[in-house]
């Protein structure tokens, strides 16, 4: 339909031009009849017949103008509108994409080239699809239709009116890659730029204790006055852009009227040809105009897509082999388990095997370092082991389908994450919809509840980004009634106590010992008083287990376990 349209808008484009000529030559063909009727009562009869035709002539043209609005309107609805739907198309395809990915795909790309490919590189190839497209068409068709029609009417004119033309192309193509240049120029200075003034204003209280205001002042007027640079740079050349096309729009004229002109006096051409043309060939300094800025688009849509197919390409390592969706009962366990991450080579788990029985509650402690949060991303299957076998109910993980399973499973991850929303809304992030009772039972079981009923606006506070409202303790408390409201039959706590002090800690873990009950729980930690609760504890050294058994029997083995308590005891006599 985009096609269609684009055809008959050019038909009603090309129309006028020869309804000019018409009219022209009807004025300069009768203007020595009209001169011989001088004095006589005639001349003014045929001054009105002239008059007349030539309204009619404006009318006409009028009304193709307003068809040709028409089409053109139509045009850009079927085609634009096109490019606008294949973008939310293809962004939404990316963004579910990405969501699909592994934690080792995050590993290996930053955040901001993430957020280039879904939003620039797409808009890029959205320029080609619709813009591109349609001028591409416009030129085509006005030019197979207009060519020949200029041909037809004279060789000479049309060879010497369109001399200049692909001069005009060529130069547009290479002035607009300047352009396109030095305008991501621009925009690399201004994230450079946006990025040191975010780091600046984020990190205010450490300029101010360290008093180092003036030298960010100094390095931010470096890093504008570079910007200021660039963009004075692109302002000189589109300062040279238009002129340029000016120039040799006025040429391709001067040529047509002075060529036209001889052919006038030659008897060849008569004066409204010499009008149509000049009409002619400033309907073909726009395509003309456009080729190099579409060849310009083409190339920047292609390198773009090239940028996007890289990730949509990027498949998903994480699948079910049976696809098995079962309620989970809670038995975890680890079969000679080792993990490598590729992107460094560092092996962060070698040989681990460990059994936990459904209720019950295992302790993984060690110091930073030692492969405890591999094991919780190993257990909601963010990666998969290297070697050996992880099994949920007997069944190996990988057997599970992903989604079902991290379902059933409550994670309260060591890098905490709270959204910009309400703390019920935060809390209830893991489920369909939450009962406020259920979300005040977490908040209490998470020890958070009587200091956000101490909000001017409660349990609808609107957090800051990444929780910025909250306290470090406050943040790790909510991310763990977040875990709780989901009611998880497996329970993990990656090091989520980190950021609470010592009474806080007994605090819930006294409340987590009522909701463990039924549940399978895994506490990951450096400290040693976060295991108390735990039936099992396993003691981690640079990816092995090096202990194990209850909290009592560790403690008198006199080994690694008991060397963390005496030095943790010791930092807790001196915080006291």
Known sequence: MGLLFVILSTIFQILPAQLVRYAVDLVAENLSIYNSFEGLELQTIFRETIDDSIVFYGVLILLIALLRGLFLFLVRQTIIVMSRHIEYDLKNEVFSHYQALPLSFYRKNNTGDLIARISEDISKVRMYIGPAIMYGL???????????????????????????????????????????????????????LSTFVQEAFSGIRVLKSFAKEKDSLDRFTVESDYYKKKSLQLTQVNAMFFPLIMSLIGLSTILTV????????????SIGNIAEF?????????????????????????????????????ENDIVSERNLEKTVAGRLEFKNVSFTYADSGIQALKNISFAVDPGETIAIIGTTGSGKSTIANLIGRMLDPTDGAILVDGVDLKDLNPKTF????????????????????????????????KTI????????????????????????ERGITLSGGQKQRLSIA?????????????????A?????????????KKIMVNKTSVIISHRV???KLADKIIVLDNGTIIESGSYNELLNLNGTFKQLYDKQLVSKEIEE
Not at 141 to 161: E, G, N, Q
């Open 138 to 192: 416009n030129m085509i068709i006005l030019s197979l239709i207009l060519l020949p029609v200029m041909f037809s009417i004279s060789v000479k004119l049309t060879l010497y009116a369109l001399i200049p033309l692909p001069v005009l192309s060529v130069s547009i193509y290479f002035v607009n890659n300047i352009i396109n240049k030095r305008s991501e120029e621009i925009q690399e200075s201004l994230s450079e």
């Open 258 to 269: 002075f060529i036209g002109g001889i052919e006038v006096i030659n008897g060849t051409l």
């Open 278 to 314: 000049i009409l002619y060939v400033n309907l073909l300094t726009w395509p003309v105009t456009a080729l190099g800025w579409v060849t310009s688009i083409i190339q920047r849509a292609a390198a773009s897509q090239k940028r996007i197919n890289e990730f949509l390409k990027t």
């Open 406 to 437: 991290r379902n059933q499973i409550g994670t309260v991850p060591q890098d905490v994450f709270l959204f910009s929303d309400t703390i019920s809304n935060n809390v209830s992030f893991g489920t369909d919809k939450l009962d406020p009772e």
């Open 441 to 464: 039972d977490a908040l209490k079981s998470a020890d958070l509840y009587e200091n956000v009923m101490e909000f001017p606006d409660q349990l609808e506070t609107i957090l800051g």
């Open 482 to 498: 977040r875990a709780l409201a989901k009611e998880p039959r497996l329970l993990i706590l990656d090091d989520c106590l980190s």
């Open 500 to 512: 609470v002090d010592t009474k806080t800690e007994n605090n819930i873990l006294n409340s987590l």
């Open 529 to 531: 008083s976060s295991a």
